[in-house]
């Protein structure tokens, strides 16, 4: 099984930045090699991709509505994720979800697809 548990959701301003971890664990997660990313969920919407990055860090992947505000990086030694969020928002509000997968799976944008989910941290970006 693997954990995940994110942090470093918050208030914060239009134009605003955060950045979201996501500490990973568990018996079989170093062993697996498995990508991670970020999906997120407005009030009301469905659950929609974010960033996908790579076990080895070397490929990233990203929505178009987040594309260069938006850089998801990771530290395998710490297993955790990070989505560091700039230009942030009024639209940006919304639950954030860590997620891992094989890179296959995570790249089809589609939630059940996802193996492993966070709980989520609130992002909220006020105008």
């Known amino acids: 099984q693997v954990q995940l548990v994110e942090s470093g959701g918050g208030l914060v301003q239009t134009g605003g930045s955060l950045r979201l971890s996501c500490a990973a664990s568990g018996r079989t997660f170093s062993s697996s090699a498995m990508a991670m990313g970020w999906f997120r969920q407005a009030p009301g919407e469905e659950r929609e991709f974010v960033a996908v990055?790579?076990?080895?860090?070397?490929?990233?992947y990203y929505a178009d509505s987040v594309k260069g505000r938006f850089s998801i990086s990771r530290d395998n030694a710490k297993n955790t994720v990070y989505l560091q969020m700039d230009s942030l928002k009024p639209e940006d509000t919304a639950v954030y979800y860590c997620?891992?997968?094989?890179?296959?799976?995570?790249?089809?944008?589609?939630?059940?697809?996802?193996?492993?989910w966070g709980k989520g941290t609130l992002v909220t970006v006020s105008s």
């Open positions: 990055i790579s076990w080895s860090g070397d490929s990233t």
């Open positions: 997620a891992a997968a094989p890179l296959s799976q995570l790249l089809t944008k589609k939630p059940p697809r996802v193996n492993y």
